[in-house]
């Protein structure tokens, strides 16, 4: 089957780090996304990982364990705007033939 | 920065009635998709296209549902008669391809109310 999972809700202060997990359990694998959702709007990319490790993007970071089926978002220097939902998909399939299986998202308000 | 754009961005219809969702997908795109999202769900894949023809469909996407790239730039989801259960936003995405990345970009949706 397949099986992502990722918290519900989190909270966090201004100017904090936050670290968002994602584990997953998929027939197949090519890729992890992270996407920023807010309420009524479509899905921003953030990132993509395919190898195992660190992806650095300013505020943002993704890790990736493809052994342990395991990835993270890490935010940091939290501002206000960062309250969204923020979901994680896993590639499945060949190049042409390929679809995004998401999580259910995690909400995270953001409190100054 | 380009965008996948869509329209209309809400539409209100009549269960039994047909409904067609444009999408633009960037330029020089190659890959093509439809997501849905119920209130409250998760995003779900309906569909993906490349090269005119339907690559993968999933277990929603009945015989009720089509797409159609009629142009070099539309590409069209069509609910013949939508039902209550399809009343989500729908989301347009589409992808460049081997040589120039992988990433999915969505539209802002489409927004379908079948009352």
């Known amino acids: 089957g397949q099986n992502i999972d990722q918290p519900t809700e989190m909270t966090a202060t201004e100017g904090a780090i936050v670290q968002i997990n994602c584990t997953y359990q998929?027939?197949?694998?090519?890729?992890l996304f992270w996407y920023q959702q807010h309420a009524g709007e479509a899905p921003t990319f953030l990132s993509y990982?395919?190898?195992?490790g660190l992806e650095e993007k300013g505020r943002f970071s993704s890790f990736l364990s493809r052994s342990k089926g395991y990835s993270y978002l890490l935010l940091k220097e939290l501002q206000m705007k960062d309250s969204a939902s923020y979901l994680c998909?896993?590639?499945?399939?060949?190049?042409?033939?390929?679809?995004?299986?998401f999580g259910t998202g995690t909400r995270l308000q953001v409190f100054p | 920065e380009p965008e996948v754009t869509q329209t209309p961005s809400h539409q209100v219809t009549q269960m039994g009635q047909e409904v067609i969702l444009r999408c633009v997908p960037i330029?020089?795109?190659?890959?093509f998709y439809w997501y849905r999202q119920i209130l409250g769900q998760k995003v779900e894949f309906l569909v993906s296209?490349?090269?005119?023809?339907?690559?993968?469909k999933s277990e929603i996407f009945d015989d009720q549902f089509s797409v159609e790239r009629p142009d070099g730039s539309n590409f069209t989801l069509k609910i013949r008669s939508t039902k209550l259960e399809d009343s989500a936003m729908y989301f347009c995405?589409?992808?460049?391809?081997?040589?120039?990345?992988?990433?999915?970009?969505f539209g802002e949706g489409s927004w379908l109310t079948v009352v």
């Open positions: 995405a589409s992808r460049a391809g081997i040589f120039s990345g992988n990433t999915i970009y």
């Open positions: 998929t027939s197949g694998f090519n890729g």
């Open positions: 990982n395919v190898l195992d």
């Open positions: 998909a896993v590639r499945d399939g060949t190049y042409n033939t390929d679809k995004l299986i």
């Open positions: 330029s020089n795109h190659l890959y």
């Open positions: 296209f490349y090269n005119n023809e339907i690559s993968e």
